[in-house]
C-alpha cells in the first residue's frame, strides 16, 4: 500500500505532490542524481521543482527528464540549463528489474520527491501505472470522508 502523501519535511527539496493523484505507484525505488555543483546550491537553497518530470531508461542507464533546478545566481557563468536531463544512480539488479517492468504497458518511472540523505541528492522514482479519470474521482472522495470522520472525532474531544 503506498504511503500517503505527505508535506515535504526537513530534509526534503521538494516533492511531487500530483503524482500520487495522476499515478498508481506500485513499487519505489531511491536514486542518486548526477549533478553539477551549481545544481547542489540550487537545491541546498530549495529551488527545485519535479512537475511534469519522469524517468526513461536509454541504452542501460536511467536519466531524469524535466526536472526544473533553478540556476544558483552566484554562478552567473558558471550555471546550468535548468532543465537538462540528468543522469539516476541506480544498482544494475535495480535497473535489470525496472527495466522489465517499464516494458509492460501502461507503467512509466514518476519521481516522487528530491531530498538530501547523508549529504548527498536523492531521488525517490515510482514505478506508476496512470489512474482514470473514475480512480481520481474515488481518491478524492476517500479523502474526504477520512476528513468528514477526523473533524467528528476532534468534535467530540
Do not use: C
Not at 541506480?90 to 522489465?100: A, D, K, P, S, Y
Amino acid at each position: 500500500m503506498p504511503a500517503k502523501d505527505k508535506p515535504p519535511r526537513a530534509r526534503d527539496i521538494t516533492v511531487n505532490r500530483r503524482a500520487r493523484h495522476d499515478f498508481h505507484i506500485e513499487e519505489t525505488f531511491e536514486a542518486g542524481l548526477v549533478l553539477t555543483g551549481s545544481e547542489v546550491k540550487s537545491l541546498r537553497a530549495g529551488k527545485a521543482q519535479l512537475k511534469d518530470s519522469y524517468g526513461r531508461i536509454d541504452r542501460g542507464e536511467v536519466w531524469l527528464f524535466n526536472a526544473h533546478i533553478s540556476p544558483y545566481e552566484a554562478a552567473a557563468q558558471l550555471g546550468h540549463e535548468p532543465t537538462r536531463s540528468r543522469k539516476l544512480l541506480l544498482n544494475r539488479r535495480e535497473i535489470e528489474h525496472l527495466i522489465g517492468k517499464v516494458q509492460e504497458r501502461g507503467l512509466t518511472l514518476i519521481p516522487l520527491r528530491m531530498y538530501f540523505k547523508n549529504g548527498r541528492a536523492k531521488v525517490e522514482l515510482g514505478l506508476a501505472r496512470g489512474k482514470k479519470l473514475y480512480d481520481k474521482r474515488e481518491t478524492l472522495r476517500r479523502k474526504d470522508a477520512e476528513r468528514e470522520v477526523e473533524r467528528t472525532l476532534k468534535s467530540r474531544h
